[in-house]
């Protein structure tokens, strides 16, 4: 988890680093303003967050097509650099998704939920700095025992993007 605060990014894995998931993020195919198509990148711990969409589509849940999902170690490995890129390409929101937190944490890392809620308080900065409204980007706890529910969460959060309209930095 300290890979997503690290400023010098000299935390780093083979198989998984800062550079791979922002490649990852500036992959994604983000329509034009005039084609009326959002675009949402939910980032998503690959121990529950992960296998719950996974089984919303094995189960034939529908997940809204606006969607791209990046998989991710731990939401504490976020680091905030690619919910800023992913706005800076023209992205419309982000969500993202952790493990559920509580009486019944069940995070594989010890406290990735809780080290990605104070990572969280710093994405305010970085959108006021990018005039982009709070409400883009929204952390959701999420069991694998959820994945009738995610569809709908998933929806919520793409109608609550619609509110408040295409990102103004599509087409730059």
């Known amino acids: 988890t ?3 605060a690290c ?3 000299t935390i780093s894995f083979d198989n998984y680093n800062v550079s791979m998931i922002s490649e990852m993020v500036g992959a994604v195919e983000i329509p034009d303003e005039f084609s009326e198509k959002y675009r949402i990148l939910i980032l998503a711990c690959e121990n529950d967050a992960a ?3 996974d089984m919303a589509g094995i189960n034939r849940h529908s997940l809204n097509a606006e969607v ?3 998989p991710v170690r731990c939401l504490g ?3 905030m650099l690619w919910i800023s890129d992913a706005f800076q390409r023209g992205y419309d929101g982000a969500m993202l ?3 559920r937190s509580g009486d019944d944490y069940q995070c594989h890392f010890v406290k990735g939920s809780g080290i990605a809620e104070e990572r969280m308080a710093n994405i305010s900065q970085t959108l006021q700095s990018l005039m982009l409204e709070e409400g883009r980007v929204k ?3 999420v069991s694998i025992a959820d994945s009738a529910k995610v569809g709908k969460m998933i929806d919520e959060f793409v109608g609550e993007i619609r509110g408040y309209g295409m990102n ?3 087409g730059f």
């Open 7 to 9: 400023p010098v990014r």
């Open 168 to 170: 103004p930095f599509k």
């Open 139 to 141: 952390s959701v706890e």
């Open 68 to 70: 791209r999902l990046i």
């Open 2 to 4: 300290c890979m997503g």
């Open 51 to 53: 296998p719950a969409l």
């Open 97 to 99: 998704m952790g493990c």
């Open 77 to 79: 490995s976020v680091n």
